[in-house]
């Protein structure tokens, strides 16, 4: 048998800190996921992901299970490479300009950029996205 609380505001025990729903709602993650970005892609953990695409040397599809509710959402995204070339340094990481965002996928890219005069993608072996904004 299924249950529903409807509550207004969450409380702590001393009723001295609330938050309401809606900040709870709004402010959590609607998606995130860590993944394995070198060779065959893999996720290691994740939350909203149905599947990853790999669509080329550092750049990737996150593939949402439960859509965005519009295309107005962000991302955090972070990779890094610890292959032994490069001292495990932190790459930047964002989303692709070359595709649009849908409300069911996300496109983002790892490169070096700090490092080279002009962009070159590459594959991070860690790899972290988080996505915030209104679930469908």
Same mark, same amino acid.
């Given at each position: 048998m299924a249950s529903i609380l409807r509550v207004n505001t969450l409380t702590d025990a001393s009723s001295n800190n609330s938050t309401p729903m809606a900040t709870v709602n709004q402010g959590t993650a609607k998606a995130w996921i860590n993944f394995n970005g070198g060779g065959t892609i893999a996720?290691?953990?994740s939350f909203n992901v149905g599947s990853l695409t790999d669509s080329g040397t550092g750049k990737y599809d996150i593939n949402y299970s439960s859509n965005m509710g519009n295309t &107005?959402?962000?991302i955090s995204t972070l990779s &890094?490479?610890?292959d032994g070339n490069d001292d495990g340094n932190v790459r930047i990481s964002g989303e692709r300009k070359s595709n649009t965002r849908s409300t069911s996928m996300t496109p983002v890219h790892s490169g070096d950029w700090f490092?080279? &005069?002009s962009a070159t993608? &590459?594959?991070?072996?860690?790899?972290?996205t988080s996505t915030h904004g209104d679930s469908a």
């Open positions: 996720a290691r953990d &107005s959402y962000i &890094s490479n610890l490092y080279v &005069s993608f &590459s594959d991070g072996t860690n790899f972290y």
